[in-house]
C-alpha cells in the first residue's frame, strides 16, 4: 500500500510555468512506476507523463512533449512534475499515481494501482 500526496498546483499566467511534487508514504518508492493525468472538466481523465522506477525511461503525451518534465527522486520518496509555457488548454486537476513495477512505463489509467487526491492547476489567458 502506498500514499500518494499531490502540491504545487494553483493560478499562473499563459506562458508561465508551475512545478508539482507527489510525495510517497508507505512501501519503497522505487518499486513502483509512476504517471500524472489529469482530468478538465466535462473530460475523461487523460495521460499526461509517466517514468519507470528509476527514472530512466520517461514518456509524455503529444499535447506536453517539449513543454513538460518529469523527473522523480527515489531518497525523498518524491516524482515532479514541471510544466513550462502552459497554455489555458493544460487547465486541469493533476493526479499522480503508481503502479507497482520494476521494470515498464505506463500510458494506461487503469494500469495504476493507487492514485492521489488532485491537484487543481488554472491557466489564466
Known amino acids: 500500500q502506498v500514499q500518494l500526496v499531490e502540491s504545487g498546483g494553483g493560478l499562473v499566467q499563459a506562458g508561465g510555468s508551475l512545478r508539482l511534487s507527489c510525495t510517497a508514504s508507505?512501501?519503497?518508492?522505487?518499486?513502483?512506476?509512476m504517471g500524472w493525468f489529469r482530468q478538465a472538466p466535462g473530460k475523461e481523465r487523460e495521460f499526461v507523463t509517466a517514468i519507470n522506477w528509476s527514472g530512466a525511461t520517461t514518456s509524455y503525451a503529444d499535447s506536453v512533449k517539449g513543454r513538460f518534465t518529469i523527473s522523480r527522486d527515489n531518497a525523498k520518496n518524491t516524482v515532479y512534475l514541471q510544466m513550462n509555457i502552459l497554455k489555458s488548454e493544460d487547465t486541469a486537476v493533476y493526479y499522480c499515481a503508481a503502479k507497482t513495477s520494476n521494470s515498464g512505463i505506463f500510458r494506461v489509467r487503469s494500469s495504476y494501482e493507487y492514485w492521489g487526491q488532485g491537484t487543481q492547476v488554472t491557466v489564466s489567458s
Open positions: 508507505g512501501r519503497t518508492f522505487s518499486s513502483y512506476a
